[in-house]
């Protein structure tokens, strides 16, 4: 594939256009997956009977469901023609025998109505034997319960590097998870043709792996299963993995009754059966030299996978390759686990395992500066990579020069000096209430670190009458894919954009897709659009030549005209098309796409995982109230390096919405379950938007500005574009670092904060109370505090 990175003259790619479906967002005529079963006949929905034990072995008597007005049939494992599992570890029985956390499917009603099917299911008997249960990540620690395997990312001699380093700091860092809270449930609507193909619909990130687990649990090859995502109101994650069994349930229904099947959970559901974003636990220790560069590093993550392995082992891989952040660390040494509990088996969510690590090490700076007394902005930036340098996994930091030039920028642009002097000033005025601003980067790599999943595939289709149809691998769920794809083959094709329209993502279309995920999506879809649409124009080009009378080589197509350099004429698109089909030219392709230069040994956690990184920086301002803990978010300036834009509008959407996502995760939603050891053990109790606090209008900051890292062009992606979907998201540790310099502001310099996760009104109440009575003290020579 020539020149990836090389834009033509007047492209489509860089244009701010709006999102594709933005018109019918706005009015409400938007299509999701459940809107679709009320436009067919004879739907039955699908109930679950969920349990009310977090552990136990389960017995069900199912005889009461029938005698309920309306339900047609109980699903049990007794009707699996296939595999009775609905992952890929084969350790998520799609019936289980073991009820493994509160709110878990023991089997599924159909009914003629929701209502009649949710009677039916409370009419279901489960006899429970309870068994111990493991709630929280220390219990597990305690019990020694893990799956899956561990991981060790290690670079030199990091036990030396702690004992001769001049100062050694030691700590637990602990956080939590975090609900997707995505707009639409999780959502599929399935039925059998005459022909015997199982079709569905489903809000899925991943159709082929859902295509391949609704095959294996009913029996049949993938051939005689299409899924189709038509779009999705959000996901973030959340939609990679826990879709498939759902789709599964509305196709062994669909096949068993011969009627079509929804699932469509209600958000209470939705929230206790789904899994979250992983939380972890992480013992570490950290090693600094006199001038406060970081000497060594040993740390412990443990990750709380929940019932199952889901995702959790490439979230916990991808943690340990980003626990440097952006930082050279010369000696290493990171073990990795992952702790099997009784609760939601947790899963992807936007940064999948990216943010966790970085938490580590930004986490034992902000600790770290006054212990040190070293001002955190100049100990972040001393400790960037240099050119040249390579990461504990051995891959070299492309760009590196990158990071300190945004640093830089934010700190001129965001005027970050003088505000820091006027705080300084407001806070020696101000008893009671506390400003800070705090800067922190994100270096974060791109592509997925199992290297088979980085290739994909789409068909690009032109008809006689000039339009374009194009079909690819990846999903849309809100972020602005379709959109980037629609610009990327109008710009390939030189066609204008509303000449262009994307068809939804379905597996008889594009086949073996990879997840949308990864931040990926663009990176890999966009080559793969580019690939087809290349094919198809050169197949034209002969053509357009013979009418206009050139070499080939120098036809060019561009805004829906096709001429040549110094040619004072032109011909439409059009006609060049109808002249093709005259001619027989293929005017249609398959295009394909695979990620070069990628190398990843998953045993020793060495290699060059990721295609490039994605590089940012943020200042977040804050006013802390001494009496309540409360604060709000003064102000936020972001550069980002979004390589050379493909959609900018897209991308700042992209970047906005990722820093407030994040600053949820790091100062809002806080998940709780009850691990008491009464009769809710278990049970998690923030099961709605009136117990989980996510980010409102009120908790946006006052004065918002972004701006993206000029002259970044990224040789070797689409148009030279970069990644957006993820990196942003870690922006928002400026924000927790803003509160911990604040609540440190209450006490005398010098004292290190330790500020708990998330940080809530609450936790910084409680930090401030500590301020002033907690002496943190570093220790020279490989000693521990």
Known sequence: MSGLADRPAEPVVGLAAAHESAALHATGLAMYTDDLAGRTAGVLTAWPVQSTSAHARVVLDVTGAHRVPGVVR???????????????????????????????????????????????????????????????????????????????????????????????????????????????????????????????????????????????????????????????????????????????????????????????????????????????HIAWRAGFAEDGRLAGLEATLTADGGWCLDLSEPVLSRALCHVDNAYWIPDVHLVGRVAKTHKTSNTAFRGFGGPQGVFVIEDILGRAAPL????????????????????????????????????????????????????????????????????????????????AFNQAGALVQVYKDGSVLVNHGGTEMGQGLHTKMLQVAATALGVPYSRVRLAPTRTDKVPNTSATAASSGADLNGAAVKNACEQIRNGMAPVAAGVLGVDPADVVFSGGLVTAPGLDRSVSFDDVVAASYLARVQMFAAGYYRT?????????????????????????????????????????????????????????????????????????????????????????????????????????????????FADAREDGAIYGSKAVGEPPLMLAFSAREALREAVGAFGDPGRSVVLASPATPEAVFWAIQAVREAADVAVPAGGAR
Do not use: C
């Open 74 to 280: 109980v699903l049990t494992a007794a009707d699996v023609p296939g595999v009775n599992d609905a992952g890929v570890k084969h350790d998520e029985p799609l019936f289980p025998t073991e009820a493994m956390y509160h709110g878990h499917a023991l089997a599924w009603v159909l009914g003629e109505t929701p209502e009649a099917a949710r009677r039916g299911a409370a009419a279901v008997t489960v006899d429970y034997e309870p068994l111990p249960s493991l709630i929280t990540v220390d219990e597990a620690i305690a019990a020694g319960s893990y799956q899956g395997a561990t991981r060790t990312v290690a670079r030199g001699d990091a036990a030396a590097a702690l004992s001769e380093a001049a100062f050694v700091l030691e700590g637990v860092t602990e956080f939590g998870g975090q609900e997707h809270f995505y707009l639409e449930t999780h959502a599929s609507l399935a039925h059998v043709d005459s022909e015997g193909q199982v079709f569905v619909e489903s809000s899925t990130q991943h159709p082929s792996e859902t295509q391949e687990i609704v095959a294996h649990v009913l029996g049949i090859p993938s051939h005689r299963v299409t899924v189709q995502a038509l779009r999705m109101g959000g996901a973030f994650g959340g939609k990679e993995m826990q879709p498939h069994g759902l789709a599964a349930i509305a196709a062994l229904g669909a096949g068993l009754t011969g009627r079509p099947v929804r699932v469509r959970l209600n958000r209470t559901q939705d929230i206790t059966m789904t899994g979250k974003r992983h939380p972890f």
């Open 596 to 708: 070069e230069g990628l190398h990843w040994d998953a045993e020793r956690m060495q290699g060059s995982p990721f295609k490039y990184f994605s590089y940012g920086a943020a200042a977040t301002e804050v006013e802390v109230d001494g009496f309540t803990g409360e604060y709000r978010i003064r102000r936020v300036d972001i550069v980002h390096d979004v390589g050379d834009s493909l959609s900018p509008q897209i991308d700042l959407g992209q970047i906005e919405g990722g820093y407030v996502q994040g600053l949820g995760w790091l100062t809002l939603e806080e998940l709780r379950w009850d691990a008491t050891d009464g009769p809710g053990r278990g049970r998690l109790l923030t099961t709605s938007a009136s117990t989980y606090k996510l980010p409102s209008f009120s908790e946006m900051p006052e004065q918002f500005t972004v701006r993206f």
């Open 372 to 451: 040190l007394g070293i001002d955190p902005v100049e100990l972040r930036r001393a400790n960037f990579y240099a050119p040249g340098q390579l990461t504990p996994y051995g891959q070299v930091v492309k760009d590196a020069e990158r990071m300190p030039a945004i640093w830089d920028r934010v700190r001129d642009e965001a005027d970050i000096d003088a505000r820091r002097a006027e705080i300084a000033a407001f806070n020696a005025a101000h008893e009671h209430v506390k400003r800070a601003i705090a800067m922190t980067p994100v270096k974060f790599g791109i592509s997925f670190n199992f290297t």
